[in-house]
């Protein structure tokens, strides 16, 4: 992916929309609804080299958002589901969100690979996800918690943000135990967070 400094919205030419103003100005309504629950987005966007929509096989990536001021670390999300042809989760349409640290990529990966993989199929709050086989060696991060933290409108469609979340293989087996909120309240306030290395809260 490759990074450049804020979004140019495209102008109607002569009075007409082309599909590329089209797609700028529902862009910008992302982007407008996301910063209505997470505040400012950081002057740097990850555009993909390849645009979403051309697909997967041709390696397309979503754009994705980034957000500094939100919660500890960095708040990363994807910019191109809302409006799409994805399959909705119970609150519409989403994005997908991954918190780190810092600058890292790996979440940023994961979240542009399940960009595809919902289009046809849902994610939604409370859910899990199984992952280890995509974690680096050594990482303590079994799987997904997803959880939905935000919800608002993008020109007239009803949307959403799954976070998503990694937890310990003992962590999981507690979530299934007893339930995502009570995993939620074990994992802390810093909860969004995902270290691909840290002990188990369990």
Not at 23 to 47: C, I, N, Y
Not at 113 to 124: C, K, R, S, V
Not at 125 to 139: K, L, N
Request: net charge negative.
């Amino acid at each position: 992916m490759k990074q450049v400094g804020g979004h140019t919205t495209m102008k109607q030419r002569n009075g007409v929309m082309s599909e590329e103003d089209s797609w700028e100005e529902l862009w910008d309504a992302r982007v407008k609804g996301m910063e209505q629950s997470f505040g400012p987005h950081d002057e740097t966007v990850l555009h993909g080299t390849i645009p979403f929509h051309l697909g997967q096989d041709l390696g397309g990536n979503p754009d994705v958002v980034m957000f500094s001021k939100y919660t500890d670390g960095r708040l990363y999300v994807t910019a191109d589901l809302i409006g799409s042809e994805q399959a909705p989760n119970s609150a519409g349409n989403y994005e997908l969100a991954v918190v780190h640290k810092g600058d890292e990529s790996w979440g940023v990966n994961i979240i542009c690979q399940l960009a595809y993989y919902t289009l046809e199929n849902p994610i939604d709050d409370g859910e899990t996800m199984s992952i280890g086989s995509a974690t680096p060696e050594g990482s303590s991060i079994e799987a997904f918690l997803f959880r939905r933290i935000a919800e608002f409108n993008v020109q007239d469609i009803k949307a959403n943000v799954i976070c998503c979340i990694g937890i310990t293989s003992p962590e999981l087996a507690y979530k299934q135990k007893n339930g995502s909120a009570a995993l939620v309240k074990k994992l802390g306030n810093e909860f969004l967070l995902t270290d691909l290395y840290r002990a188990s809260k369990i």
